[in-house]
């Protein structure tokens, strides 16, 4: 994510770098040290999953280095949309068809409540400076279809889990949004926002403190087993571990294809306007709410921590592709959500990168951690589920019942379609589209 700075309207040349690094600071890779000969777990990966993982495991008194090929944070984990919260996609009815009831509402639970419960226990208990705020979320609905059925659903999960939320008609989203292009919406007010840098950077000091070795730029070229430990190999050294957690998403690399064929990374663009004023953000969000939508290309925007900005998000495309053609979608997307908006018009927003990797084709998170060759592989996982389930994976790694989840009880099965390279994306894209072309029309 990059933001657009200009004068009275007047377009300038994108900064270079994510607006969340201008607050939070960029992610550097730490002083670069010699690898121990040995330790008792290695994590591939230093975002969000790695680190939490890390500091559990260091606060046991576990020897931990975590590996990353970049610096530490400096992917997905610093650069999203900031929220706090949780969901799903899939129905109560298609989880309760494929896990069961029982898995189901656990599944449910986790990604509702437990997992953002643990993240804000870990920003109070840790003392995370990352400007979290409990602001509520609206989902807003894209057809008028859907209004009905969402209240249905959302009965229902309230029956099998205590979520506080609750069904907002049309004739009272401005209260929440100031757009009228949805058909009324749910609001969670026990979700919030943060700032992802500061919050990654906060992760990485925890982790730290525990006694984590922590190196950046150091990719893992390769990683075999011999006999009760794990060779890791780097450029600049190589280490034996006893176990090890790939924690690497939707960045893991070739070496670990066995994982990279159960794992679809979909990018996902952000854009942040130039700064509009306290006064302007509060009219168009009166109570300051984060913002998802119900379609395909599930757009996503949010006040900036600060008040002042508009931070837009959206799959722009769902592969790589030239910088203007994700640009010229979220400009697109942000003037019809807030066509009043003079800043808006002009060309004062702009991409310069995919703002995020998701691993999860579905949203929410529904994978087994069983292990091939030894090394736990993390389950696909979104947003607020990130920290838990490293969290999670590092109690299972330790023997703890407490590392039990409903993630445990699902598949994360290889598609044999999938050979590492996400070919097909284009495709989805196009099919998104068409979806939500026809949807727009069928209002």
């Given at each position: 994510?990059?933001?657009?700075?200009?004068?009275n309207g007047r377009s300038a040349k994108p900064k270079s770098e994510p607006f969340w690094w201008d607050d939070g600071g960029k992610p550097?890779?730490?002083?670069?040290?010699?690898?121990?000969?040995?330790?008792?777990?290695?994590?591939?990966?230093?975002g969000l999953t790695g680190l939490s993982a890390a500091g559990t495991l260091a606060k046991a008194g576990k020897s931990v280095l975590v590996l990353d090929a970049a610096a530490?944070?400096?992917?997905?984990?610093?650069?999203?949309?900031?929220?706090?919260?949780?969901?799903?996609?899939?129905?109560?009815?298609?989880?309760?068809?494929?896990?069961?009831?029982?898995?189901?509402?656990?599944?449910?639970?986790?990604?509702?409540?437990?997992?953002?419960?643990?993240?804000?226990?870990?920003?109070?208990?840790?003392?995370?400076?990352?400007?979290?705020?409990?602001?509520?979320?609206?989902?807003?609905?894209?057809?008028?279809?859907?209004?009905?059925?969402a209240g249905s659903e959302l009965k229902r999960l309230q029956a099998l889990v205590p979520i506080e939320a609750e069904m907002v008609p049309r004739s009272r989203q401005r209260d929440?949004?100031?757009t009228d292009l949805y058909a009324g919406g749910i609001v969670y007010p026990q979700h919030g926002g943060l700032n992802p840098a500061k919050f990654v950077k906060g992760l990485l000091a925890v982790a730290s403190r525990a006694g984590a070795r922590i190196q950046g730029n150091r990719p893992v070229t390769s990683l075999a087993r011999d006999r009760a430990a794990h060779v890791a190999k780097t450029p600049r050294g190589h280490v034996r571990a006893g176990a090890v957690l790939a924690a690497t998403n939707g960045y893991t690399p070739a070496i670990l294809n066995h994982l990279r064929r159960r794992i679809i990374p979909v990018p996902s663009f952000i854009v942040a306007a130039e700064?509009?004023?306290?006064?302007?953000?509060?009219?168009?969000?009166?109570?300051?709410?984060?913002?998802?939508?119900?379609?395909?290309?599930?757009?996503?925007?949010r006040p900036s921590p600060d008040g002042k900005r508009i931070i837009f998000g959206g799959r722009a495309a769902m592969f790589n592709t030239p910088k203007l053609s994700p640009n010229a979608r979220c400009a697109d997307f942000?003037?019809?959500?807030?066509?009043?908006?003079?800043?808006?018009?002009?060309?004062?927003?702009?991409?310069?990168?995919?703002?995020?990797?998701?691993?999860?084709?579905?949203?929410?998170?529904?994978?087994?951690d069983l292990a091939r060759d030894g090394v736990l592989r993390q389950p696909q996982h979104h947003g607020a589920m990130a920290p838990y389930l490293g969290?999670?994976?590092?109690?299972?790694?330790?023997?703890?019942?407490?590392?039990?989840?409903?993630?445990?009880?699902?598949?994360?099965?290889?598609?044999?379609?999938?050979?590492?390279?996400?070919?097909?994306?284009?495709i989805v894209d196009v099919s998104f589209r068409i979806r939500d072309f026809w949807n727009t029309m069928h209002r």
């Open positions: 994510m990059t933001t657009w700075s200009g004068e550097l890779p730490p002083v670069e040290t010699a690898l121990p000969s040995d330790v008792d777990v290695l994590i591939i990966g230093a530490p944070g400096a992917g997905a984990s610093s650069r999203n949309g900031g929220m706090l919260g949780g969901g799903h996609r899939l129905s109560i009815d298609d989880l309760e068809a494929r896990f069961g009831r029982a898995t189901a509402v656990a599944l449910l639970r986790e990604a509702h409540l437990d997992s953002a419960a643990f993240v804000k226990g870990l920003i109070a208990s840790e003392g995370i400076d990352c400007d979290f705020a409990e602001t509520g979320r609206f989902r807003g609905l894209w057809r008028a279809s859907e209004y009905e059925i929440e949004v100031a700064p509009l004023g306290t006064n302007k953000i509060r009219s168009l969000f009166p109570k300051s709410r984060i913002v998802v939508e119900s379609r395909e290309r599930h757009c996503y925007y942000s003037r019809k959500f807030f066509r009043n908006l003079a800043a808006c018009r002009s060309a004062t927003v702009g991409v310069a990168a995919p703002a995020s990797l998701s691993a999860s084709y579905q949203t929410l998170a529904l994978a087994r969290d999670k994976a590092a109690l299972r790694m330790l023997g703890r019942p407490e590392g039990e989840t409903a993630c445990a009880q699902t598949g994360f099965p290889i598609r044999w379609w999938h050979q590492g390279s996400p070919w097909f994306l284009p």
